[in-house]
């Protein structure tokens, strides 16, 4: 992937994320979350890589979004106005960390909260693997219905024999998971992590320029409701 976050280490990407947080929070009319989402959209067209993940993680933002603006149109006196900000500021909240969030690498992270930081090795290094399984649970999912069918049992045209199905897949992939699991517990242990008190790291953690201009780039989005907003009431 090429692109200014791709380069980025993950803290400051979760940075951005949270960051996030205190745009919403000053967003309070329509004029305000209109130039918020536009300078976000902006920003994430020049700073996002082109391949960074499945489109499809945006359309659980989009889905949070219309909820709760047809919540607050609903239960707010019908006004549209009030449910069309309510949704806009959940977009604002969302969307950054559903950009970056398929370039977090979870090895980089931990390097990160460990070297940094000077979070626990323990925790660092744990976190890194679960990360891991968890990006390898659709995959193992796919190998399980690929198997299944394989054997003739895949799964039948009606909504109960694909629920059924479902649920014996969900199932295999909770033992897999589970097996996986206690195999890497027994890796980790017999190298040492359950009684080492100190740790070297394969890769170092640096800190570049892009890095701090990504963070101000955060910041500066942060802060352009408020300013915003400020600057209206004036």
Do not use: K
């Not at 300078?39 to 499945?54: E, F, K, T």
């Not at 069918?149 to 694909?162: F, T």
């Amino acid at each position: 992937m090429t692109g200014v976050l791709a380069r980025v280490n993950p803290l400051v990407l979760i940075a951005v994320s949270l960051l996030a947080l205190v745009a919403s929070l000053g967003i309070r009319d329509l004029t305000g979350a209109v130039i918020t989402l536009g300078c976000y959209l902006v920003a994430g067209v020049i700073l996002l890589p082109a391949r960074s993940g499945p489109p499809a993680r945006f359309a659980a933002v989009a889905a949070g979004a219309l909820s709760v603006a047809y919540s607050s149109w609903l239960l707010g006196g019908r006004h549209l106005e009030a449910a069309v900000v309510a949704g806009l500021r959940i977009v604002v909240l969302a969307l950054p960390g559903a950009a970056v969030a398929p370039l977090v690498d979870p090895a980089a992270l931990a390097g990160q909260l460990g070297q940094r930081l000077r979070l626990p090795h323990r925790f660092a290094v744990s976190l890194a693997a679960a990360l891991h399984r968890f990006d390898q649970l659709g995959r193992t999912w796919h190998e399980l219905a690929r198997a299944r069918r394989a054997r003739g049992s895949g799964p039948g045209r009606g909504p109960v024999s694909r629920a059924r199905y479902a649920a014996s897949i969900t199932f295999a992939l909770l033992v897999a998971t589970l097996r996986d699991a206690t195999g890497l517990a027994v890796a980790m242990d017999a190298r040492g992590f359950a009684r080492a008190r100190t740790r070297s790291w394969a890769e170092p953690a640096p800190w570049t320029r892009a890095d701090t201009a990504v963070l101000l780039a955060g910041v500066a989005l942060a802060a352009v409701p408020h300013a915003v907003g400020a600057f209206f009431v004036r």
